[in-house]
């Protein structure tokens, strides 16, 4: 069991189900940031620093949350002309996937290293100091996608674990099966926690299908 507190906001909890504790690596690689900009997005709003007003993301008043990494993000919602959540979504993805990994690694809960493969490429490993919460989140998030209780009295930030988890396809945490198979469970689950999953899926749909129509194109 793990010795060290979980993580309290949904980006960490987010990027920690991403990590493969064996590997040493992220199983999401390259949309990584807009899930954890989604994340972040979504614990603002269920937490009533941001809200909606018909499509765009806004400040609810000067009070800030007390984390550091979604205080900046509202800080930057503050400051800006109101856009939509995709749109929030789709900026400063790498800055806050490095601003997570800053905050688990001060507080002891990984290790980033730096190294080269054949001593040419740069690539990073990833170390779980306590790989135990990776299961008790993955096993919260389970029983949360496979319990019996109704979507509508599930807790609102267990509910946007899976949302995301399944917007942003992160294979640590859910297979392709279970998506396929829990489908409306999801969906119902998604319906809890705002605008923010369904912001998160549209935009990497369309980054992935932009990478794709690259590839296609040669280009």
Do not use: H
Request: hydrophobic share 40%; charged share 30%.
């Amino acid at each position: 069991m793990p010795t060290r507190s979980q993580p309290k906001t949904l980006p960490a909890k987010l990027y920690l189900l991403a990590c493969n504790p064996v590997g040493e690596r992220l199983s999401s690689g390259r949309e990584l940031g807009i899930l954890l900009r989604g994340a972040a997005l979504a614990d603002l709003s269920m937490r009533k620093f941001l809200r909606d007003d018909t499509g765009k993301a806004l400040a609810s008043g000067t009070k800030r949350s007390g984390d550091p990494v979604l205080d900046e993000i509202l800080r930057e919602i503050s400051e800006a002309p109101p856009r939509s959540w995709s749109a929030w979504v789709r900026r400063g993805g790498r800055a806050t996937v490095r601003a997570i990994e800053q905050q688990l690694e001060s507080t002891g809960l990984i290790s980033v290293r730096q190294l080269r493969v054949f001593g040419l490429f740069p690539a990073r490993r990833i170390s779980v100091m306590e790989p135990g919460m990776v299961e008790e989140l993955r096993e919260r998030l389970r029983n949360t996608l496979e319990g019996a209780q109704k979507a509508e009295d599930v807790d609102k930030f267990d509910a946007a674990l899976v949302s995301l988890a399944a917007a942003g396809s992160l294979r640590g945490a859910l297979s392709r099966k279970e998506e396929r198979g829990y489908a409306g469970r999801i969906n119902e689950l998604t319906a809890r926690c705002g605008a923010v999953a369904p912001s998160v899926a549209r935009v990497i749909r369309q980054v992935k299908a932009a990478r794709a129509a690259t590839y296609a194109g040669g280009g």
